[in-house]
């Protein structure tokens, strides 16, 4: 059975950072595309980045340069570092994973992935 915890989410002032960790357990991660998603009250589920099988990664515009996918095949885990944080990267944050194959640039989708997580807190105060 597929099961997906993240943690690391928190309260912090703009400009800070954390750094998001989703355990996964029922499946191993090597063969899984994965990724990360938000939802901000009144608005729907955002891909903000994802990891193919292959390493590749993508972002969404909006944290470019700013957050880092990231996968450990051994230890089962993706985390998402999230640095100079802004008052609009307040959200709920999901880990996703799918077995299926699919192009780097259907990583975002959340049509994309069965599997989900219960989501971790970020709020960023300015």
């Known amino acids: 059975q597929v099961q997906l915890v993240e943690s690391g989410g928190d309260s912090v002032q703009a400009g800070g950072s954390l750094r998001l960790s989703c355990a996964a357990s029922?499946?191993?991660?090597?063969?899984?595309?994965m990724a990360w998603f938000r939802q901000a009250p009144g608005k729907e589920r955002e891909g903000v980045a994802g990891?193919?099988?292959?390493?590749?990664?993508m972002y969404a515009d909006s944290v470019k340069g700013r957050f880092t996918i990231s996968k450990d095949n051994a230890k089962n885990t993706l985390d998402l570092q999230m640095n100079s944080l802004k008052p609009e990267d307040t959200a709920m944050y999901y880990c996703?994973?799918?077995?299926?194959?699919?192009?780097?640039?259907?990583?975002?989708?959340?049509?994309?992935?069965?599997?989900w997580g219960q989501g971790t807190q970020v709020t960023v105060s300015s």
């Open positions: 029922g499946f191993t991660t090597d063969r899984y595309y």
């Open positions: 990891i193919h099988r292959d390493g590749s990664t």
């Open positions: 996703a994973a799918d077995p299926r194959w699919r192009s780097r640039i259907f990583l975002l989708q959340t049509d994309q992935y069965n599997d």
